[in-house]
């Protein structure tokens, strides 16, 4: 099955820079690949998603990039502020057969005011 | 007010006893889900169900029992063969399948006495 992985596992950045977060796939076949945010003793809730048939995908300060040549896709988030300290998941499947969604193990990020 | 909810907030466990949690939605999905979060880690899957009567089993599903006799109501029982029961559980659910949005209850904390 598919093996999501995620690094580093935890990222502190000061406020108003940017936050990157990476994610490596194992199955490449897997063509939606979502990223969630977490917050403590919340559910998680997607924030931004992108399919294999492209590339890039953005919204406002959230966008995220997918390599399928290399299996890896990240999460950039530019201009952090404060209540972007969560927790941030991403997740990989595939569209055929039973490829249920496999989640990586989490980033905390924390930004410093 | 659309959305997933999930009962009890916190849930204290026996030795030997099962427990019920309960997850319901109003968005009219038709997929359901149930995950276990531990410390540090992804969200692992549980039991998924894409149609009312039917479910399958996740990755950990040995010591869970599920149910779905209707389309909004998907409850999880951790039975007394669940050995390390305490965890944070997540129920979820997504309009029809695994490369759509999965939209989160709040979670439930168990806790074993």
Same mark, same amino acid.
């Given at each position: 099955g598919e093996n999501v992985e995620q690094h580093p596992s935890t990222l502190s950045v000061q406020e108003g820079d940017s936050a990157v977060i990476k994610c490596t796939y194992s199955d490449s076949a897997s063509n939606y690949f979502p990223w969630y945010k977490q917050e403590l003793g919340k559910g998680p809730q997607l924030i931004i998603d992108?399919?294999?048939?492209?590339?890039?995908?953005?919204?406002?300060?959230?966008?995220?990039?997918?390599?399928?040549?290399?299996?890896?896709?990240? *999460?950039?988030?530019?201009?952090?502020?404060?209540e972007d300290s969560a927790v941030y998941f991403c997740a990989a499947s595939g569209a055929y057969g039973n490829n249920r969604l496999a989640f990586g193990k989490g980033n905390q990020v924390v930004v410093i005011p | 007010d659309g959305g997933i909810t999930q009962s009890p907030k916190y849930l204290f466990r026996k030795e030997g006893q099962n427990v019920t949690l309960s997850c319901e939605q109003n968005l009219n999905h038709d997929a359901m889900y149930w995950y276990r979060q531990d410390p540090g880690q992804g969200l692992r899957l549980i039991y998924y169900s894409?149609?009312?009567?039917?479910?399958?089993?996740?990755?950990?599903a040995e010591g869970y029992s599920v149910s779905r006799e209707k389309k909004e109501s998907f409850p999880l029982t951790v039975t007394s063969a669940q050995?390390?029961?305490?965890?944070?559980? *997540?129920?979820?659910?997504?309009?029809?399948?695994?490369?759509?949005?999965?939209?989160?209850?709040?979670?439930?904390? *168990?806790?074993? *006495?």
């Open positions: 992108i399919r294999s048939n492209v590339g890039e995908k953005k919204d406002q300060r959230i966008a995220v990039t997918l390599n399928k040549t290399a299996k890896h896709f990240s *999460l950039h988030i530019t201009e952090t502020q404060p | 894409q149609i009312v009567n039917d479910f399958q089993k996740g990755d950990i050995k390390n029961p305490t965890a944070f559980y *997540l129920c979820a659910s997504s309009a029809r399948d695994y490369q759509e949005t999965q939209y989160f209850g709040p979670g439930t904390r *168990l806790l074993v *006495l």
